[in-house]
């Protein structure tokens, strides 16, 4: 991986191709976490590979290339976001509930994953980009605040409601469901 890596910072194009390849299908499935659609999806893992291969000299070999190129698309997910407009993230800071009261009761058998993703991209932008930071790929109130350039209790009161809502979107899912 490394001379692979190294070619790609030579500007050597069958080495990108190379890492587009091999990572090209997980980078996806994150973009298509942070986007409203596939196509927004297809924009942000384009955008993404065109800034890891301005940035690719940055990379000093330490710590895992998978997470620093993931954190890339992170990061052109949200900046595409911001250039939309305003997140207009909610800045209420309330006492959030015990959280423990939130937690989704998924049954694996009872929805499939691609219907949970698509219930998850239907939250309102604010709150899915800090459902999707804490509880997808597990990073602390303290690193969304700074990252949306917002509160920690504003990232908590989000992550609260974004909760609430897609419990609500899940059980009206199931009671679809049931019907059929």
């Known amino acids: 991986m490394q001379e692979l890596i190294q070619q790609c910072k030579e500007n050597n194009l069958q080495a990108q191709a190379k890492v587009y390849q091999l990572f090209s299908g997980?980078?996806?499935a994150l973009s298509l976490k942070y986007s409203r659609n596939r196509m927004d999806?297809?924009?942000?893992?384009?955008d993404s590979f065109i800034q890891v291969f301005q940035k690719i000299h940055q990379y000093k070999n330490k710590g895992s290339f998978e997470g620093w190129l993931k954190r890339i698309v992170?990061?052109?997910?949200l900046q595409k976001y911001r250039e939309k407009?305003?997140?207009q993230l909610v800045k209420e800071e309330q006492d959030i509930e015990n959280e423990e009261g939130l937690v989704l009761d998924i049954d694996e058998e009872k929805i499939d994953i691609s219907d949970l993703l698509q219930l998850i991209q239907e939250l309102p932008d604010r709150y899915r980009l800090v459902?999707?930071?804490y509880v997808l790929d597990n990073f602390s109130h303290k690193e969304i605040a700074k990252m949306l350039e917002i509160?920690?209790?504003t990232s908590k009161s989000n992550l609260s409601r974004a909760r609430l809502i897609l419990k609500k979107k899940v059980e009206n899912y199931h009671q679809i469901q049931e019907k059929a």
């Open 41 to 46: 999806a297809e924009d942000v893992l384009q």
């Open 85 to 87: 407009s305003p997140l």
């Open 151 to 153: 509160s920690v209790g």
């Open 131 to 133: 459902f999707n930071l």
């Open 74 to 77: 992170i990061n052109t997910a």
């Open 26 to 28: 997980k980078l996806f």
